[in-house]
Structures are given as structure tokens and as C-alpha cells.
């Protein structure tokens, strides 16, 4: 039971302040009564989620698999650089700059080129998310790894621990509550980077995702259409971070303070 009130405690605050904020739009756009190509009601998104439920869950299914490949990659690549990285002040310097400007290069900006090289659909959406999440990981798996303690890397070096031993039994446990900080940032940027690659790298078709939904919405105003895609969008980014986040109360639970709820 206490756990089960710790729990209501979590999830029923956010739950009664959506609720509200679309009993509020609900009553707004029913007394104010706008166009409807201009907006709509709830009540609207969600019969119009009904009636096209097959096509927006074949483009749900789409982006998430863009989503989830883009992520796996970012979450691979960044963790290993990261690590890398950790083990040169010389390496740091040299490549760490390349991180950065990668993410600061305009995402619209690479994926006309990614359509050259892989032609549009899932490939060059996937790798639009794992440019685009990328970054935090790389960023926060060096933090960790420079965050511990100096006194338990020399006594690992004292016992002339292996290689292999320093990055299973102190490196990666050591930053892990930073891996996984960053790895719920990246959850969510790569939802972005697949919705936003497939405005320019997303192809049509039995491959279209949320982001070719959202275009072509937009151009028939089907504002209803519209938000039951970016609705979609943000309940996949959700499911995204509560992942990660789950992953990371598994694997820290026992240990960090951050996931006891004492």
C-alpha cells in the first residue's frame, strides 16, 4: 500500500492537470467557436484520431522504429565516444569540438544531403535522430567517467586492475547516473530528429510517419489530423524518456540515492 500511495502520488498530479487543461480548451473553443481550419476542440482530435486510427498507427509504427534505431545508435556511439574520450585530455581536445559543432549544424540543413546518400524513408530518419541525440550522450558519459572519485581510480590502478576491469567495474557504474541523465535527454531529441528529419527526408507512402502527417495536415488544413500527429509525437517522446528512465531505476535502484524514495 505505501508503495502503491507513492506511486498515485507520482502519477495523479499530472494526470488531473491534463485533464483540466483540456476540460479548459474544450469550453474555449466551444465558446468562442473558431474556424475550424484554424483550430478545434479535443473532442474533434480525438474523433478524427478515430475515424484515421489505421493510418496515423501505421505512421506511429514508422516513426518509431526511426525513433528507436536513431536512439539505439546514439546510445551505442555516444556512450563509447564518450568513454574514448575520457581516457585522453589530448583526444578530448582534438575531438570534442567535432561533437559540438555537430550539434549546432541545422538538422534541415543535412537531411537533403542524407537523401542524397540514402535516399528518403527510414534510413535517412533514423540517422537524422541519432544525429540530433547524440550529443547529450556523448557529453554526459564523459561527466560521469571525470566525476569519479580520484581515490577509486588509483586504488583500481594500485591493484593493477586490467583494462577491461576499470570500464565494467568502475567507469561505466561510476558514471552511469550520468549515461542515464543523458540518455533521457536523447529519448526525447531523437522523437524530434525523426519528426523533423521527416519533413524534409521522409518519403510517402506505406513509409510515411508522424512528420509527413503533420506536413500534409498542415497544407489540406486538417488541423484535427494535425494534432492527433503531434498528440502521437509527444506520447511517443513520453514513452521514450519513461523507458530510459525505467531501464535506469532497474540498473540503480539498489545503489544511488537518486532512485530511493526516502
Given amino acids: 500500500m505505501r508503495r502503491l500511495r507513492a506511486y498515485a502520488v507520482r502519477v495523479l498530479p499530472p494526470f488531473i492537470a491534463i485533464l483540466f487543461i483540456l476540460a479548459i480548451w474544450e469550453l474555449a473553443v466551444r465558446w468562442t467557436r473558431p474556424p475550424k481550419y484554424l483550430f478545434c ?53 582534438a575531438f570534442y569540438p567535432f561533437t559540438v559543432t555537430l550539434q549546432t549544424v541545422p538538422l534541415v540543413s543535412i537531411a537533403p544531403m542524407l537523401v542524397i546518400w540514402l535516399d528518403a524513408g527510414l534510413k535517412s530518419v533514423a540517422v537524422c535522430a541519432f544525429i540530433v541525440s547524440l550529443f547529450p550522450v556523448i557529453t554526459n558519459t564523459l561527466t560521469g567517467v571525470r566525476s569519479i572519485p580520484s581515490a577509486q581510480v588509483e586504488l583500481f590502478w594500485l591493484y593493477r586492475a586490467s583494462s577491461w576491469a576499470r570500464l565494467f567495474k568502475l567507469k561505466l557504474p561510476g558514471a552511469l547516473p550520468s549515461i542515464i541523465a543523458g540518455l533521457r535527454i536523447a529519448a526525447g531529441l531523437a522523437v524530434i530528429g525523426a519528426v523533423v528529419g521527416e519533413f524534409v527526408a521522409g518519403s510517402l507512402g506505406a513509409q510515411r510517419g508522424l512528420g509527413i502527417v503533420v506536413v500534409v495536415a498542415a497544407k489540406q488544413g486538417e488541423v484535427p ?22 531501464i535506469g531505476y532497474l540498473l540503480m535502484y539498489r545503489w544511488h540515492v537518486s532512485q530511493r524514495g526516502d
Fill in 41 to 93: 476542440a479535443p473532442s474533434d482530435v480525438a474523433r478524427e484520431a478515430v475515424a484515421r486510427a489505421g493510418e496515423l498507427a501505421m505512421a506511429t509504427a514508422n516513426t518509431t522504429v526511426a525513433v528507436v534505431a536513431g536512439f539505439a545508435m546514439s546510445a551505442l556511439a555516444g556512450i563509447a565516444a564518450g568513454v574514448a574520450l575520457s581516457s585522453s585530455r589530448i583526444l578530448e581536445r
Fill in 225 to 246: 489530423m494535425l494534432l492527433a500527429a503531434v498528440a502521437l509525437a509527444s506520447l511517443l517522446g513520453i514513452a521514450m524518456v519513461g523507458l530510459v528512465s525505467a
